[in-house]
């Protein structure tokens, strides 16, 4: 997730900075929570919103979808994987230096759009403050899964392709066993074992943290 080692020191810090995420995703389900129990979840089939899902399914749906997108999964912002959106790219890393890209790098046109300056949620830029990273977004069949579970009265979208599907969403595939996607639980490289020990036993705490915090909610 997107940090700040001199606000976060890897040592100390992790703590408060989970507590951060974890209480931001906590208040976006409970306003969720009240909007779910506006809808009549206990009455006959025949009456219900949905024939194949119910209010259980959606709020299962809600919980992954939240924490894919309330707990980004972040890499080096030096790796240009095809994948991976550029997050915070004018705002200066913690030690105060900038973050530039070569001439060369197709990404440069597109540095001035909201989508590339700018973190996913406000209080990773507000209260964080992590400079410059690569998000690696949540998977799409994330949001279609919330939108087919949940009632359309709650008003749940998915963006449309070539309309901001591609800065906010990204697609499973197998690209030598490394996920092109965010989904909770999911190893950080599935193929990875020659993987340095430290990034590997990182990412697993990552997994072990979103897996509590999802239960939390």
């Not at 809600?62 to 972040?74: D, E, G, N, S």
């Not at 070539?162 to 639980?185: A, F, H, P, V």
Request: some cysteine.
């Amino acid at each position: 997730m997107p940090s700040n080692p001199q606000k976060f020191p890897p040592a100390t810090g992790i703590p408060a900075l989970a507590a951060i995420y974890d209480e931001n995703a906590a208040q976006y389900y409970q306003v969720f929570n009240y909007s779910l129990q506006q809808i009549p979840c206990n009455t006959s089939s025949s009456a219900q919103y949905s024939l194949a899902r119910n209010c259980i399914d959606c709020a299962n749906a809600y919980k992954q979808w939240l924490c894919a997108v309330t707990i980004p999964r972040c890499e080096d912002v030096g790796n240009n994987a095809s994948w991976l959106q550029l997050r915070n790219v004018k705002q200066l890393f913690p030690n105060g230096s900038h973050f530039t890209l070569l001439e060369t790098d197709p990404r440069l046109p597109f540095l001035n759009q909201v989508a590339y300056n700018s973190s996913r949620n406000p209080i990773i830029d507000e209260q964080i403050k992590p400079g410059p990273y690569s998000e690696l977004l949540p998977c799409d069949d994330l949001c279609y899964d919330l939108v087919q579970s949940c009632p359309a009265s709650l008003g749940f979208g998915c963006p449309n392709p070539g309309k901001g599907l591609e800065m906010s969403y990204g697609t499973r595939t197998n690209i030598d066993g490394q996920l092109t996607c965010s989904y909770l639980g999911a190893a950080y490289f599935l193929g990875g074992a020659e993987r340095l020990g430290g990034l590997k036993m990182w990412s697993t705490w990552m997994v072990i943290l979103s897996a509590i915090l999802w239960l939390s909610l």
